[in-house]
């Protein structure tokens, strides 16, 4: 009985890696089946501006929760908006609109005015028509360039990812707009 402990164990080894083996020989297979021929990867480049109406009747960013402590807070610790921002060509007012920002900011730091950005870009003209890139970063306003991750992507863009760079072009308090230059480097098939 001693002896042939080892052997059913070695047994039990060989068997299951022989099932493993096998399975993943089936897997392997199939998926080669199911992927088809390769496609080639691309890196696109896309440059826009964002307009964000901050104030007015006819506003593209509403504050929609706060914290009991967020009106006392330097940082609007605590602040969560919604926006629905324009993505136009230039920076003018009258520039091509090309899509939309869409998500959720909020402001997450105590020491600093940092936003949590979760914003689908969704692109409404060319090539781009119908599909979206998902951005998830730290919007530190201190900085002047600030850097986000692209996250994913639907239409086009499946399988996407990359990074944001963006800076403030401008924000007018009497018309309640804030221009920001977006730069989007992004891989794909
Ligand atoms: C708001 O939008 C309406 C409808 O498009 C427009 O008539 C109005 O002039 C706009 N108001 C402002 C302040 O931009
Ligand atoms: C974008 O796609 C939508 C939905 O398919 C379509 O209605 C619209 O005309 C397209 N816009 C452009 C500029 O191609």
Request: charged share 15%; proline share 3%; aromatic share 10%.
């Amino acid at each position: 009985m001693a002896r042939s402990l080892p052997k059913l164990i070695l047994f039990t080894l060989f068997f299951s890696l022989t099932t493993f083996a096998a399975r993943s020989q089936t897997s392997a297979r199939s998926l080669s089946i199911e992927a088809g021929p390769r496609r080639s990867e691309k890196l696109s480049h896309l440059h826009f501006y964002l307009h964000e109406v901050f104030a007015g009747p006819n506003f593209t960013a509403t504050q929609v929760a706060s914290a009991p402590t967020t009106i006392q807070s330097a940082t609007s610790f605590g602040a969560v908006f919604v926006i629905d921002d324009m993505l136009k060509l230039g920076p003018d007012a009258g520039s091509k609109l090309v899509g939309r920002a869409q998500g959720l900011t909020s402001s997450v730091s105590q020491a600093e005015s940092t936003l949590l950005m979760a914003v689908n870009f969704v692109f409404a003209e060319g090539k781009f028509n119908g599909s979206t890139l998902s951005m998830l970063g730290r919007n530190s306003l201190a900085l002047e360039v600030r850097e986000m991750a692209i996250t994913g992507g639907t239409g086009a863009f499946r399988l996407a990812r990359g990074y944001v760079r963006t800076k403030t072009h401008s924000i007018d308090r009497t018309s309640g707009l804030l221009v920001s230059e977006y730069d989007v480097y992004v891989w794909h098939y």
